[in-house]
């Protein structure tokens, strides 16, 4: 019983890795299960997204402009902010993954507009009916807000990396003064141990 727990971590034997035909059973599962979902989603989703559009809108020019801009804008400024940050570098595979998942549920939005506008099954023509009939100007100006969304992206992480620039160069300019404050300090200290005092 003591040897038993007197054995440390590392002593253990590790976890019997998973057999290689059980392996590629869950690999082809989850492919089956993703192809599946893709064709339910092609089937309903861009319908279902343009019913709700088109009970936002209701028919209103003005209502499907400012409904297009906005999801247009947040939904492409907020994923490309976040998947900017991905693309850091020192960032873990593991924290990137997180970050372009995150990415992607954002764009969602504009992505089941996407494949009303780029669709060609029945589903996609049907929501392209329904928009225009309930939901006009809102396909236009969701790409004019993407378009916006995507530039005012790139200005934000223009300005975050500049101004990482400014600080690591005010950083090196400060290192630099200290060491010509110090050398001049080191020099006016030997300077004045050579007078005639010495």
Do not use: C
Not at 21 to 39: D, M, Q, S
Not at 64 to 83: A, M, N, Q
Not at 142 to 161: F, K, N
Not at 172 to 182: F, G, H, K
């Amino acid at each position: 019983m003591a040897d038993h727990e007197d054995a440390r971590p590392e002593d253990r034997a590790p976890a019997p890795a998973m057999p290689l035909g059980k392996r590629a059973l869950l690999i082809g599962g989850v492919i089956v299960a993703l192809i599946a979902a893709y064709f339910i989603g092609a089937a309903t989703i861009p319908r279902w997204w343009a019913q709700r559009i088109g009970d936002q809108v209701d028919g209103s020019m003005a209502a499907g402009t400012g409904l297009g801009l906005f999801y247009g804008f947040v939904f492409t400024f907020l994923p490309l902010l976040v998947l900017s940050f991905a693309l850091r570098r020192g960032r873990s595979w593991k924290f990137r993954g997180w970050l372009v998942a995150a990415a992607i549920v954002l764009a969602i939005p504009n992505l089941m507009t996407l494949g009303i506008v780029l669709g060609d099954g029945s589903a996609a023509h049907a929501g392209e009916r329904i928009l225009d009939v309930d939901g006009p100007n809102f396909r236009a100006f969701t790409l004019v807000g993407a378009i916006i969304g995507a530039v005012a992206a790139l200005g934000v992480r223009y300005l975050i990396d500049s101004r990482r620039r400014a600080k690591g160069h005010e950083s090196e300019m400060r290192a630099e003064i200290r060491r010509r404050d110090d050398a001049e300090k080191a020099a006016a200290e030997a300077a004045g141990g050579d007078g005639p005092g010495d």
